[in-house]
């Protein structure tokens, strides 16, 4: 298996305009998770997913943010209108049902907002 | 509130020399610990997972220590070499209830040569 696969790697964009990132998970795994990494905060979890359907999204910072996740092996974090403080990177993880949840990062997604 | 708190916040150590890293963490109840690694530019990756009835459990050169009673967790790096330049980051889940774990900030290490 290719792991968790993120695109684009990177992403610089202008304040105002619409960003998608995108992730396909490790196939087979049962749960999505979308996080923000910054200096000042760390890993910051914004929502995740089981078996395709949204089960917390209270981390999502604003309504600007919005992820969806149309089948199993795709999922979607858009940031409409970006602002320069969403600079930050973004991962997507995926984990198997199991008691030991270990979670599979993606290489990441740094996004810059000018 | 679940909290995990990891210190020193940043680490510069000489090639070769042995290193300890520590997480203090008030997640109840208790599941497990995870350390992960994360190198620059890359996502984290697991090292090790610790369970209540588990004191010690290696991974190499990486030994990872759990006391479930004061709530505390090392990370202890024997012989380090460069590549082990990395963020290494605690994270606690608590047992039943929410799935999402609490991850602690990280302990940045630098080792130089």
């Known amino acids: 298996d290719a792991g968790v696969i993120q695109s684009p790697r990177h992403e610089v964009t202008e304040m105002g305009q619409e960003v998608t990132l995108r992730c396909k998970p490790i196939?087979?795994?049962?749960?999505l998770f979308w996080y923000r990494q910054t200096m000042m905060r760390g890993l910051e979890l914004l929502i995740y997913?089981?078996?395709?359907?949204?089960?917390?999204d209270s981390g999502m910072p604003e309504d600007r943010f919005s992820a969806k996740m149309p089948n199993a092996s795709f999922s979607t974090l858009k940031i409409q209108p970006s602002e320069p403080r969403d600079s930050a990177v973004y991962f997507c993880?995926?984990?198997?049902?199991?008691?030991?949840?270990?979670?599979?990062f993606g290489p990441g997604t740094r996004l810059t907002v000018l | 509130k679940n909290q995990v708190e990891q210190s020193p916040q940043s680490l510069i150590i000489l090639e070769g020399k042995n290193c300890t890293l520590q997480?203090?963490?008030?997640?109840?109840?208790?599941?497990?610990l995870r350390w992960y690694k994360q190198d620059t530019g890359r996502g984290p990756v697991s090292l090790t997972i610790?369970?209540?009835?588990?004191n010690t459990k290696s991974n190499g050169r990486y030994t990872a220590t759990l006391d479930a009673d004061t709530k505390q967790s090392s990370l202890h790096i024997t012989a380090s070499q460069l590549s082990d330049s990395a963020s290494y980051i605690c994270?606690?889940?608590?047992?039943?209830?929410?799935?999402?774990?609490?991850f602690g900030r990280g302990t940045s290490l630098i080792v130089h040569p």
């Open positions: 993880a995926s984990s198997r049902a199991s008691g030991n949840n270990e979670q599979f």
């Open positions: 196939s087979g795994h049962d749960y």
């Open positions: 997913f089981n078996n395709n359907v949204p089960i917390d």
């Open positions: 997480c203090n963490y008030t997640v109840s109840p208790f599941s497990n």
């Open positions: 610790m369970t209540f009835s588990e």
């Open positions: 994270v606690v889940s608590e047992t039943g209830g929410s799935y999402i774990p609490t």
